[in-house]
């Protein structure tokens, strides 16, 4: 069985999301887990991205450049793979891996994309993880972006120096442990609401598949 097999399968005997929001919740992460809990619009302004903690120790190595990877501070692979699983079963998320290789995109279904372009890596396409050296692509809006980088948790994309991204979008640093899968989590959280045209608030983004 491929990775991306195994990523589409998901965990046989736990929620793919029941840790990261426990931990959302547990207060390490500041107020992101009770304006999730509210199902409070994920804004960057209602989501507190100011509040984000600091990452801990140096950033990781990365190699920029057209494929600009992450090459160094990977951590356990099986906490990539809980917030692979996560965000493929957000409603309106494509989840058909069959023509993946090394790469996971994370597109919108036609009808579930909004018209914000910013928003997206490439068309309906808001994030975008690489399994062979395992690396985070997301598209932020630029507030988001701001501080998601200057707590130390993204850096932004070579390519988004020079108009072939949006301006928000960032390489964001894999997590090492469960505390850093939160905070990832509610990252990618924002990229996903920011990108999405449904009406589904936090709140009802599905915790328990």
């Known amino acids: 069985m491929t990775r991306e097999q195994s990523i589409a399968a998901g965990p046989p005997s736990r929620s793919r999301t029941d840790g990261v929001m426990e931990l959302l919740h547990s207060g390490g992460t500041n107020d992101l887990g009770s304006l999730i809990e509210s199902g409070a619009d994920l804004d960057c302004e209602s989501f507190a991205f100011r509040d984000l903690p600091r990452r801990k120790g140096p950033r990781p190595a990365t190699l920029r450049g057209p494929l600009h990877i992450q090459s160094n501070g990977h951590g356990d692979p099986q906490h990539l793979d809980e917030l692979?699983?996560?965000?493929?079963?957000?409603?309106?998320?494509?989840?058909?891996?069959?023509?993946?290789?090394?790469?996971?995109?994370?597109?919108?279904?036609?009808?579930?994309?909004?018209?914000?372009?910013?928003?997206?890596?490439?068309?309906?396409?808001?994030?975008?993880?690489?399994?062979?050296?395992?690396?985070?692509?997301?598209?932020?809006?630029?507030v988001c972006a701001h501080w998601a980088i200057v707590r130390g948790w993204a850096e932004p994309h070579y390519l988004s120096s020079n108009g072939l991204m949006p301006p928000g979008a960032l390489v964001v640093y894999t997590p090492r442990d469960e505390h850093e899968l939160a905070i990832c989590y509610s990252i990618f959280l924002a990229a996903y609401s920011a990108a999405s045209a449904l009406s589904e608030r936090a709140g009802l983004v599905d915790e328990t598949v």
């Open 84 to 142: 692979t699983n996560a965000a493929l079963s957000w409603p309106g998320v494509e989840s058909n891996l069959a023509n993946s290789s090394n790469t996971i995109p994370f597109r919108l279904k036609g009808t579930a994309a909004g018209y914000n372009f910013a928003a997206f890596l490439s068309p309906r396409e808001f994030g975008r993880i690489l399994t062979g050296a395992p690396t985070i692509y997301l598209a932020l809006p630029l």
